[in-house]
């Protein structure tokens, strides 16, 4: 395989590519260190080659996924709430980062940082405490869940005003490279979809595609891709300037708090893995 790694997790696996070409159009885009190609067909079947290979691709939730290697290790992971009717679907768009993957899903765990990087949004001092949750990893689909979280938050989406409310949230990682949250939606007893899909470029660079399947009836689509870019953007420069580029999944290379419980589990399913791709070598 003509890819720049051997990691079976990237290789064998559904990895996003972006949104698909218009019927009988294409598009170049990078994966794994090369340049692919992508089209669609005028009948709508989508297409993916590397040169003159061609490479496995299916369209699902409006964007297209590729597997290298052509021997997808499992099927692609379901999104049942992009089906729902009365949820919204908003692309909010593709953006770079210069940093591993792995590290950008780390980020998108965490609830510790809300308070300081995203002040006045997700979070606000003196709110700061992390309460209890909890994580494990799901015997059947092998995907980690965060559950029974809760934070105070002064603006929780693009629809809320700046009152502050406890949110309750839910995390899913279900790929190293994919993640999906659940959150407190305007709709009772509902909780509003955002799935966060990084395509890799290489070992240290992604395209973060971030996808909402909400119940907001009172934010236009442009309000809505507005929040999620003032929020990542408020990440970016943090994630970007991280001492390791890759992520360290060696037991001592950085020290986790109380909070930090879906990075520790992250991490650890990262290992039994047995992740290359993106990750910082032991010292």
Same mark, same amino acid.
């Given at each position: 395989?003509?890819?720049?790694?051997? =990691? *079976?997790?990237?290789?064998? =696996?559904? $990895?996003?590519?972006?949104? !698909?070409?218009a019927?009988?159009?294409?598009?170049?885009?990078?994966?794994? #260190? &090369?340049?692919?190609?992508? %089209?669609? =067909?005028?009948?709508?079947t989508?297409r993916?080659?590397?040169?003159?290979?061609?490479?496995?691709?299916?369209?699902?939730? #409006?964007?297209?996924?590729?597997?290298? %290697? #052509?021997?997808?290790?499992?099927?692609?992971?379901?999104? *049942?709430?992009?089906?729902?009717?009365?949820?919204?679907?908003?692309?909010c768009?593709?953006?770079?980062?210069?940093?591993?993957?792995?590290?950008?899903?780390?980020?998108? +765990?965490?609830?510790?940082?809300?308070? /300081?990087?995203?002040?006045?949004?997700?979070?606000? @001092?003196?709110?700061?405490?992390?309460?209890?949750?909890?994580?494990?990893?799901?015997?059947?689909?092998? &995907?980690?869940?965060?559950?029974?979280?809760?934070?105070?938050?002064?603006?929780?989406?693009?629809?809320?005003?700046? %009152?502050?409310?406890?949110?309750?949230?839910?995390y899913? @990682?279900?790929?190293?490279?994919?993640?999906?949250?659940?959150?407190?939606?305007?709709? !009772?007893?509902? $909780?509003?979809?955002?799935?966060?899909? $990084?395509?890799?470029?290489?070992?240290?660079?992604v395209?973060?595609?971030? +996808?909402? !399947?909400?119940?907001?009836?009172?934010?236009? =689509?442009? &309000? +809505?891709? !507005?929040?999620?870019?003032?929020? /990542?953007?408020?990440?970016? *420069?943090?994630?970007?300037?991280?001492? /390791?580029?890759?992520?360290?999944?060696?037991?001592?290379?950085?020290?986790?708090t109380?909070?930090d419980?879906? %990075? @520790?589990?992250?991490?650890?399913? $990262?290992?039994?893995? #047995?992740?290359? /791709?993106?990750?910082?070598?032991?010292?």
């Amino acid at each position: 395989m003509p890819f720049a790694t051997n =990691d *079976p997790n990237m290789l064998d =696996d559904w $990895l996003v590519a972006g949104p !698909a070409p218009a019927p009988s159009a294409s598009r170049t885009t990078r994966l794994l #260190g &090369e340049t692919v190609r992508l %089209s669609t =067909d005028a009948d709508g079947t989508p297409r993916c080659s590397l040169g003159d290979t061609p490479l496995a691709v299916q369209q699902r939730y #409006g964007y297209l996924w590729v597997c290298p %290697s #052509g021997r997808p290790a499992r099927p692609l992971f379901g999104f *049942p709430e992009y089906d729902e009717p009365g949820r919204r679907r908003v692309d909010c768009g593709g953006i770079g980062v210069a940093v591993s993957g792995l590290r950008v899903i780390e980020n998108f +765990l965490d609830m510790a940082h809300f308070p /300081f990087v995203h002040a006045d949004y997700l979070g606000k @001092v003196p709110h700061t405490e992390v309460a209890q949750y909890q994580v494990q990893v799901e015997p059947a689909t092998g &995907e980690i869940w965060a559950t029974d979280c809760r934070f105070w938050q002064p603006r929780a989406s693009a629809a809320h005003d700046a %009152s502050g409310s406890e949110v309750i949230y839910k995390y899913r @990682v279900m790929q190293p490279f994919s993640a999906m949250l659940y959150k407190s939606s305007f709709r !009772a007893g509902e $909780l509003d979809a955002i799935g966060i899909f $990084l395509q890799p470029v290489d070992e240290e660079h992604v395209i973060a595609h971030t +996808l909402l !399947a909400c119940y907001d009836d009172h934010s236009t =689509d442009a &309000e +809505l891709i !507005a929040f999620q870019h003032t929020i /990542f953007g408020q990440d970016k *420069p943090i994630l970007e300037n991280h001492a /390791f580029k890759r992520m360290p999944l060696e037991g001592r290379a950085e020290t986790p708090t109380r909070g930090d419980t879906s %990075s @520790v589990t992250y991490r650890r399913w $990262l290992r039994e893995r #047995g992740m290359r /791709f993106g990750v910082r070598a032991a010292a």
